[in-house]
């Protein structure tokens, strides 16, 4: 009796189990998880002139680099399937502005992309960065951020570009997200 008792636990154990591994794997959408989807938005940031190590920042006189422009993501079963980026930078007085142009995005690794229910996800990779249209920087290490469905950060590797972003994040605002 005891024996059968035990069979009869280890049997529903192992249905739940199997059941909870199939929704996983067959059915993202049941656990909110999507790997495909499509995100667009604007990049509105803002860059300060100083190295990193600066502790204290005095803003009044600290040079200030806007950067302001959009960005379009495309996933399709967890990977990037179009990624493109450009904005205009320039200091506050509007002397040298120039564009940057993110391009080919891929990942590092074989971890899928994953839009978490409330519209968050990482995607860890390498881009290339263009300058006034012609290539600056290859293989740039990059973390892109998108929070809550509503905002991105790009935070680009400060060596890969030579400082050229002074260590400091991009940000930017998410328009529009899709399913698919």
């Known amino acids: ?7 009869n636990g280890y049997i529903l154990y192992l249905s739940i189990s199997l059941t909870i591994v199939s929704l996983c794997i ?33 803003m009044s ?13 495309s996933t399709e079963k967890g990977k990037v399937s179009n990624f493109t980026s450009e904005f205009y930078t320039g200091p506050v007085s509007g002397a040298n502005n120039h564009t940057h142009q993110l391009s080919n995005l891929r990942l590092v690794s074989d971890v899928p992309i994953q839009l978490s229910a409330d519209g968050s996800t990482k995607i860890i990779g390498l881009l290339n960065v263009g300058t006034n249209g012609k290539n600056a920087w290859n293989e740039v290490h990059t973390i892109i951020t998108i929070s809550n469905g509503r905002t991105i950060t790009f935070a680009l590797a400060d060596n890969d570009t030579q400082r050229h972003f002074m260590n400091q994040p991009i940000y930017g605002l998410v328009k529009h997200i899709k399913m698919s």
């Open 61 to 73: 006189t600290v040079q200030k680099f806007i950067l302001s422009g959009y960005w379009q993501l």
């Open 1 to 7: 009796m005891k024996i059968k008792q035990n069979l």
């Open 26 to 58: 067959s059915n993202q959408e049941v656990l909110g998880v999507r790997d495909t989807f499509s995100a667009d938005g604007v990049i509105s940031s803002i860059v300060f002139g100083m190295p990193p190590s600066t502790s204290t920042v005095n």
